[in-house]
């Protein structure tokens, strides 16, 4: 176990089965059979950065399912992908403002001095490493287009 985060979601599972927290440790659970599987595929162990990739990939599923629930009418099962999306948020660094990340932004357009949606990739792609886990990069993306077309 090198990485603080995994040994940290490993706690977790332990105290909430002596809770008896079942959300919670069903949520963790998938949240460790995922890191698991893509260290056995990968065949290395994950580091932080890639834990928390593995989270924030959990994360944009579980938005996903809960907008396709609320569009289906199906609160309660919306409400569950909500509940998970609040623990696996536990695991992220505090995510960033609209005005922080369109400050990175503005930094990032002035270090590569580029305009124009033709730079759409080549900011995101200073963008990724700078936000990631800070930032629900659909946001940050949606924020470069923003800046581009202005």
Do not use: C, F, H, W
């Amino acid at each position: 176990m090198s990485a603080p985060l995994k040994s940290k979601l490993l706690d977790d599972v332990k105290q909430a089965m002596r809770a008896g927290d079942k959300l919670r440790l069903g949520t963790l659970r998938m949240a460790t059979a995922a890191i698991k599987q893509r260290e056995v595929d990968e065949r290395i162990e994950l580091d932080d950065a890639n834990v928390m990739a593995v989270i924030e990939k959990m994360i944009k599923q579980r938005r996903d399912a809960e907008q396709q629930y609320r569009a289906a009418e199906r609160a309660e099962l919306a409400d569950q992908e909500a509940a998970e999306i609040t623990i696996l948020e536990d695991y992220l660094p505090a995510q960033l403002s609209e005005a922080e990340i369109a400050g990175e932004i503005s930094t990032v357009l002035a270090e590569l001095g580029v305009s124009g949606m033709q730079a759409m990739g080549q900011v995101m792609g200073q963008l990724k490493p700078r936000l990631q886990g800070r930032a629900d990069m659909g946001k940050v993306s949606a924020l470069v287009r923003q800046q581009l077309q202005g």
